[in-house]
């Protein structure tokens, strides 16, 4: 059954009229409650559906339009069965995951084939309301959320030390196009993608560095211009294929 609330209420952030959120699982995990808090929080369209099936057949058109489409860690089995279709329904929006324990989500990190499907984010349901909605508003920003413990658990790649990262082999992620990619940045925008990639800040990065913030802020702009991505988010996810041994090592400095 799909639940939806809209009203006039808005932030001070203007969102486009057609930006919605869609949650996709039981009403024990999405309460009228919950959607109501996002309504007013956001004052953007929330609905919930107990299937993405359900969802298709109660739409006029599924087609692309902004939405942002929230996977309940229940549905996991269905999200990894057809990816393609959850991530139709969230092409010009995003996809995330909603989760309430660790192994759902490390299992969907593992498995989830983000250069055929797209990045997704992740949800965390058992956080403060004030952290929920904050990662929720990451979200309708496209920026999506990454938990440490997912960055911690990936596999790291056998690379033959002294060996710059551009001139090792290829592998499934780290394919020629990224490798020659990653080969563009200079020695000062490789350290500060490390660095992104750890979770440090503009300002942490700059005291650590010994640069401005601005300089920082000037080197992300260059690193996401060479590596072809439009937040940190996707520029951790980058680096983390390409030099998984070095963002696993400690910071720099």
């Known amino acids: 059954m799909n639940i939806s609330l809209q009203d006039d209420a808005r932030g001070q ?8 959120i869609v949650f996709i699982g ?20 929330a609905s919930r559906y107990d299937s993405i099936d359900e969802f298709l057949a109660e739409t006029e058109n599924p087609g692309p339009s902004e939405r942002i489409v929230v996977v309940d860690q229940m549905m996991l089995e269905d999200l990894l069965a057809r990816p393609a279709d959850y991530s139709r329904l969230a092409e010009a929006g995003c996809l995330a995951f909603a989760y309430r324990k660790k192994s759902p989500a490390r299992t969907l990190f593992e498995r989830w084939d983000r250069i055929r499907f797209g990045n997704i984010g ?21 920026e999506l959320h990454l938990p440490c413990f ?91 294929e390409v030099a998984p041994n070095e963002a696993r090592s400690a910071p720099v400095g």
């Not at 952030?13 to 919605?20: A, C, K, Q, T, V």
């Not at 992740?122 to 496209?142: F, G, K």
């Open 13 to 20: 952030i203007e969102y486009p009229e057609d930006l919605s």
């Open 26 to 45: 039981k009403e024990l995990f999405y309460s009228n409650q919950t959607l109501r808090s996002v309504q007013n929080e956001f004052g953007v369209r």
């Open 122 to 142: 992740y949800l965390p349901m058992n956080v403060a309301p004030d952290v929920w909605r904050a990662i929720l508003r990451l979200l309708m920003h496209e």
């Open 150 to 240: 997912l960055a911690d658990s990936m596999p790291a790649t056998p690379a033959a030390p002294g060996i710059p990262v551009e001139k090792q082999p290829a592998t499934r992620t780290r394919s020629p196009e990224k490798l020659l990619q990653y080969a563009k940045l200079t020695r000062r925008e490789k350290q500060v993608l490390r660095l992104v990639s750890q979770g440090q800040s503009n300002k942490a990065i700059a005291a650590k560095l010994g640069i401005t913030e601005h300089t920082v802020k000037l080197h992300m702009h260059n690193v996401s211009g060479k590596i072809d991505v439009s937040n940190r988010t996707a520029a951790a996810h980058f680096y983390f």
